[in-house]
């Protein structure tokens, strides 16, 4: 069974800067690319980013690029979302996610996490 777990969210101020952590079980993630994603009160959810398998590249969506990082560790089974330069407009419950490939939308994605929230005030 796959298990994913978020941790790291929690709250912020505009301008500060946030790590989350995903860590898998289940599976070896080397085998699979990883995304994030967000989902606010009342919206869909959207895409973050997303990583290869071996973490030689990396996509963002329009509004994270360049205050967010994502990154792994195959060794330890963990991806990880630095999020720096926060603004409110960040503040959702934030998933990740195993898949096939580095795609973009969440219903082409395997499993998923529980998702970690994190709150940014102004």
């Known amino acids: 069974q796959v298990q994913l777990g978020e941790s790291g969210g929690g709250s912020a101020q505009a301008g500060g800067s946030l790590r989350l952590s995903c860590a898998v079980s289940g599976r070896t993630i080397s085998m699979y690319a990883m995304g994030w994603f967000r989902q606010a009160p009342g919206k869909e959810r959207e895409f973050v980013g997303t990583?290869?398998?071996?973490?030689?590249?990396?996509n963002y969506a329009e509004s994270v690029k360049g205050r967010f990082t994502i990154s792994r560790d195959n060794a330890k089974n963990t991806v990880y979302l630095q999020m720096n330069s926060l603004t409110p407009e960040d503040t959702a419950i934030y998933y990740c996610a195993v898949g096939l490939a580095p795609f973009s939308r969440p219903e082409q994605y395997l499993f998923w996490g529980q998702g970690t929230q994190v709150t940014v005030s102004s």
């Open positions: 990583i290869t398998r071996s973490g030689d590249r990396m």
